[in-house]
């Protein structure tokens, strides 16, 4: 009984917390025909947890909960941490545009194409990086600002997509933040990836 009540209320706190894709503004009729598009990661003004919290802040507090729990592991945490959106959020992300896409319409999403002629912006608005203590878990969230621009002319915004609360869960479980994290942008990606389908192919 104790088990299916935990299962329960894991899955009332994943739910509560549903991923929300809006397109703001244009169209993905552009992106047929296309071979590759550009892909740049942004996180200047990223914030995190419910009070908005900087990332400097967010870090400063990590870092500090680690170094108490054993010395010298707030610094570890730290490099663990500025590694992440390289090792684990884009590639994440990417695997899961491109799987939807290179098989069916020849069209490869990658970073460094700055001879395409569409970037695709991916900027970081907001993070909630859950917590898992095995019997119980709340998974965590990830916002994105979804931009295609003209590469040549970044002013030229083609189209814009708000993707609030894509939630980074899992099955089993998963003590780091970042791995958790992750798993919020290869929601995002895949979400996005069926939504442009949807549109414009």
């Known amino acids: 009984m104790k088990n299916y009540l935990t299962i329960i209320v894991c899955f009332v706190s994943m739910t509560l917390f549903a991923q929300k894709m809006k397109i703001v503004d244009g169209g993905f009729d552009f992106l047929k025909g296309q071979k590759e598009v550009n ?5 200047d003004n990223t914030t995190f947890y419910k009070e908005n919290m900087t990332e ?5 507090k990590q870092s500090a909960e680690a170094e108490e729990k054993s010395k010298g592991s707030g610094e ?4 663990k941490w500025a590694s992440a959106p390289e090792t684990i959020w884009q590639p994440k992300f990417l695997e899961l545009m491109n799987r ?3 098989d069916d319409h020849a069209l490869s999403f990658q970073e460094g194409l700055t001879d395409a002629q569409y970037t695709l ?7 909630y990086p859950g917590w898992d203590a095995a ?4 998974p965590a969230k990830v916002s994105l600002d979804l931009k295609f621009v003209e590469t040549a002319n970044r ?5 814009e997509v708000t993707s609030e609360n894509a939630p980074g869960n899992q099955w089993g479980s998963s003590f780091s933040n970042e791995d958790r994290l992750g798993e919020g942008y290869a929601k995002t990606g895949k979400s996005f990836a069926k939504l442009i389908e949807k549109k414009a192919f």
């Open 155 to 159: 002013d030229k915004i083609l189209a």
């Open 39 to 43: 892909v740049e990661f942004v996180y």
């Open 76 to 79: 570890n945490w730290k490099k």
């Open 121 to 127: 912006i991916v900027e970081t608005v907001w993070l």
């Open 100 to 102: 939807n896409f290179q």
């Open 135 to 138: 019997v119980m878990k709340q």
């Open 56 to 60: 400097e802040e967010y870090i400063a």
